[in-house]
């Protein structure tokens, strides 16, 4: 095999590795939320809610103490704990406050819950991740760019997965 075709497949690994915590923390948001909506219900200047009901403080909680959890891991498996729990908690909630971004955007954009914003439902919790992981670590734009792509395919298809299984009510 061509050393680039497997210099593009380590690094995709490695990409799938590194975001783990965000991933996670995404999906355990999803599957553990409900309750008090993070906005409390409050509206915007424009009258819409501000994020909707989507996005709760239980989600939040702790979709980022499973991502923080899961970087800590990593960091005992490389042997560097402290960035691990640090990588952990900015991946894991940056993809928390990154998805709540994203709600934000499409209240102004008056789409309700649940209607579908392609790219921004699947890059939201992504792009909040790596913003807030680049004040731990410089992320090559390589290895950005592989995140964008792969994440879109394994949102997509974690969504659907949610949706067979009854934990979604759209399959996007």
């Excluded at 200047?45 to 989507?54: A, K, P, V």
């Excluded at 960035?83 to 954009?109: E, V």
């Amino acid at each position: 095999m061509d050393s680039s075709v497997v210099s593009v497949i380590n690094l995709s690994a490695y990409a799938i590795y590194f975001m783990l915590p965000a991933y996670l923390a995404n999906v355990t948001a999803l599957a553990f939320g409900g309750g008090k909506p993070l906005d409390f219900n409050h509206k915007f200047s424009d009258g819409r809610r501000i994020l909707g009901n989507g996005v709760t403080w239980r989600g939040t909680i702790i979709g980022t103490i499973i991502g923080t959890v899961v970087g800590f891991t990593q960091g005992i498996i490389t042997g560097d704990i402290i960035q691990g729990f640090l990588l952990g908690l900015t991946l894991g909630g940056g993809a928390l406050i990154g998805d709540a971004c994203g709600s934000f955007i499409k209240r102004r954009l008056k789409l309700e819950s649940g209607r579908p914003a392609p790219i921004l439902d699947q890059l939201d919790f992504v792009v909040g991740a790596l913003v807030f992981a680049s004040l731990i670590v410089v992320i090559p734009v390589e290895m950005i760019v592989i995140i964008l792509v792969i994440s879109v395919f394994l949102h997509l298809g974690a969504n659907i997965i949610a949706y067979l299984l009854g934990i979604k009510k759209v399959w996007y």
